[in-house]
């Protein structure tokens, strides 16, 4: 049976996630170190569920939710830690549910209602949703990378990369980031070289599509990448 995909963002100890149980449903849960762990990985890998239960302003939490939705569609539960009046603003922001009374049942219930429904709508889906930035298109599923409508052949970490960044335009991922994510290993070496020979090769690839697409890949200084939308003149 395939397992249930959780990704909990709490502050650390706040619930016994090993007590979360889905009924007829096997569950893996990753709990993340913080707030941009966890972003991180949503831009990567696919979960069937967000469970959200940190100690945060609301305002926070809201921007939080704002943010996630923006860059993912699974169901997003909510714990807070008593009745808020900004309950209805995490709901209008994007949270499919906001519970104030943290009881393990409910919220078990809850995350199985949700992920049902989820994993239904999505075995429903006909088309893939392909990610487009400005000329640049990728396709998830099929693993292709296209700048209008020509391919570009890229291997596997290659588009990994690129998928990376395309999935947040603008935000700056570190070297340490992009290796974990990509290389799915612990940093380790001058990874700032591997990455540079790896960015190197795709870059070349993309010129010679298009004089002007390696530009959309862009290097912060001893920090990493970023990708920007390409705007036509």
Known sequence: MKKNR???IADE?????ESLVLPEQQTEIYQAKNIQDALSHLTVFSYHLILIAVKQEPEIICQLVETIRKMVITPVIVLLPDHSEMRNKIIQVGADVVL??????????????????????????KEEVP??????EILPLQR????EHKRIHVVKREFDFLYLLASTPGRVYTYSQIYQLVWQEYPH???AN???CMVHRLKRKLKKVDVSAE???ISVKEVGYCLRGYKES
Not at 13 to 17: A, F, K, N, P, Q
Not at 100 to 125: F, G, N, P, V
Not at 144 to 147: F, P, Q, R, Y
Request: with cysteine; net charge negative; charged share 25%.
């Open 194 to 196: 591997i990455i540079y």
């Open 215 to 217: 530009h959309i890949i």
């Open 13 to 17: 100890g706040e619930v016994l996630w």
């Open 100 to 125: 104030t009374q943290l009881c393990t049942e409910e919220i078990s219930l809850q995350a199985y209602a949700l992920i049902r429904r989820y994993t239904e709508w999505k075995s429903e889906r």
């Open 6 to 8: 959780i990704i909990v």
């Open 144 to 147: 292709t990378v296209e700048w």
């Open 131 to 136: 990610v487009i930035v400005g000329k640049l």
């Open 189 to 191: 070496g001058d990874i």
